[in-house]
């Protein structure tokens, strides 16, 4: 594996990321979240290069991550895994006590190798299935 940086990243560059990851079909404005500005946003750059996103917002000690992508030539080579497992550790370190994604079904295998468990609540958006998973901390 390509040595890696992990970063806080203004959110107009994770936009990029997510449109051209997660709804490339659908106009660039649909992957703003109306409250991005209130949220943190890691990128992991490979030769710097920006390669995958995630965005992480909390409300007390309850902490959310969304919009985690990786760019297609990437996937499947752990970069998402290094991501996930920073954020999951910055969450902590933040001193949550829960966190939870809202995961396409299709994923919640991967998020589950990281000790979030699937929800019975289940939702559909845009033809795609998702379930929110959760993580409970004890701090």
């Not at 390509?2 to 449109?19: G, K, M, P, T, Y």
């Not at 959310?64 to 970069?79: L, N």
């Amino acid at each position: 594996m390509e040595e890696v940086q992990i970063e806080q990243i203004r959110v107009d560059l994770a936009w990029r990321i997510r449109h051209e990851v997660m709804y490339p079909t659908l106009p660039y404005d649909a992957i703003k979240l109306d409250n991005d500005k209130e949220g943190i946003h890691f990128g992991l750059f490979t030769r710097n290069r920006l390669t995958a996103v995630v965005s992480v917002f909390n409300k007390g000690k309850v902490y959310q991550f969304r919009k985690f992508a990786t760019i297609e030539s990437a996937q499947g080579k752990g970069y998402g895994s290094l991501l996930l497992n920073h954020i999951i550790n910055y969450m902590k370190d933040m001193g949550a006590e829960k966190i939870w994604c809202n995961a396409r079904v299709s994923a919640a295998g991967f998020y589950e190798k990281f000790g979030l468990t699937q929800t019975d609540q289940r939702t559909v958006s845009n033809g795609i299935d998702f379930v929110i998973m959760e993580l409970q901390l004890n701090n």
